[in-house]
Nanobody
Framework: QVQLVESGGGLVQAGGSLKLSCTGF????????MGWYRQAPGKKREMVAV???????NYVDSVQGRFAISRDNAKNTVYLQMNSLKPEDTAVYYC?????????WGKGTQVTVSS
């Protein structure tokens, strides 16, 4: 059974930092395109950052230069380092894995940025 388990969310003041982790169980993250998505109240889920199997990364414009996605294959974990956080970054952040066969989602972790 595949599970993606997120951690690292919380409450932080504007300008602060958080690091999210997503550990895969029953899945080898290095063999999947891994991504972080977020959904704020009343808004659609949006892609925040993705990292491909060869390490190529892509970010939504609003987080470019502030967030960084990375992967530790030995720990089977993907990270999202979030710096210079803004109140508009407040959302539930979800980990996603996908390949040509399957897509999986974690349950999400709440990130709240106070002004």
């Amino acid at each position: 059974q595949v599970q993606l388990v997120e951690s690292g969310g919380g409450l932080v003041q504007a300008g602060g930092s958080l690091k999210l982790s997503c550990t895969g169980f029953g899945i080898t993250v290095s063999l999947h395109t891994m991504g972080w998505y977020r959904q704020a109240p009343g808004k659609k889920r949006e892609m925040v950052a993705v990292i491909s199997t060869i390490g190529a990364t892509n970010y939504v414009d609003s987080v470019q230069g502030r967030f960084a996605i990375s992967r530790d294959n030995a720990k089977n974990t993907v990270y999202l380092q979030m710096n210079s956080l803004k109140p508009e970054d407040t959302a539930v952040y979800y980990c996603n894995s996908r390949n040509s066969l399957d897509t999986f989602w974690g349950k999400g972790t709440q990130v709240t940025v106070s002004s």
